[in-house]
């Protein structure tokens, strides 16, 4: 069955400090990946997303994403996290055939002075 | 980037009354849209596919006589929370994508049953 892992329920960084957000996924083929993120009460803002080629993308607001298909996994990165960084993150994973998404559970990030 | 847009952002009603969602594509035109209903903290939950001009396509456990999905244009889909009670009380997103596209999601609904 696909499904998407973020381990990672709660984050808390300081400023300035660097970031990286897990993902796992099962899926059958090779996967559509994509990174939102939500600010509470919002709809969802697409950070990058992968569908082939180079396995690390680069998204929107600094942040990056490494494809691993040996890990299955597309965890998210960014070198220094602002305060305005902090929302909830969404790992999801689509199919080439279809438009489904299969989101994540979720990771809220929280972001200190 | 494409524009979704949905109606109204927060909805509070009585227990027993149907509540109306309405969700557009701006600036493309969507034969599928997508709802999708997300719990308090919580991940999003595909509810059903809107299909223009044909009936939804709904997942496993969703009710169809409880939410009912009318796509009767290009543009426009609708989710209607029938006969409505405090456990449909949800924060309700909905996506389409252009021809071609990613989904490209509204900005959600937040359905407060009393």
């Known amino acids: 069955a696909q499904s998407v892992t973020q381990p990672d329920i709660h984050i808390t960084v300081s400023e300035g400090a660097s970031l990286e957000l897990r993902c796992n996924y099962s899926?059958?083929?090779?996967?559509?990946l994509f990174w939102y993120v939500q600010s509470p009460g919002q709809g969802l803002q697409l950070l990058l997303k992968y569908f082939s080629g180079d396995t690390l993308v680069q998204g929107i607001k600094g942040f990056e994403a490494e494809f691993k298909r040996s890990q299955s996994s597309f965890n998210l990165r960014k070198p220094s996290v602002h305060w305005s960084d902090a929302a909830e993150y969404f790992c999801a994973v689509g199919s080439p055939n279809t438009d489904k998404l299969i989101f994540g559970t979720g990771t809220r990030l929280q972001v200190f002075p | 980037g494409a524009v979704v847009s949905q109606h109204p952002s927060w909805v509070i009603c009585k227990s027993g009354t149907s509540v109306k969602i309405e969700c557009r594509s701006l600036?493309?035109?969507?034969?599928?849209m997508f709802w999708y209903r997300q719990f308090p903290k919580q991940s999003l939950m595909l509810m059903a596919t809107s299909n223009e001009g044909s009936k939804a396509t709904y997942e496993q456990g969703v009710e169809k006589d409880k939410f009912l999905i009318n796509h009767a244009s290009l543009t426009l889909s609708t989710l209607t929370v029938t006969s409505a009670h405090p456990e449909d009380s949800s924060f309700y997103i909905c996506?389409?994508?252009?021809?071609?596209?990613?989904?490209?999601f509204g900005a959600g609904t937040r359905l407060s049953v009393l």
């Open positions: 996506s389409a994508p252009p021809p071609g596209d990613i989904q490209y």
């Open positions: 600036d493309f035109q969507a034969t599928t």
């Open positions: 899926y059958g083929a090779t996967p559509y």
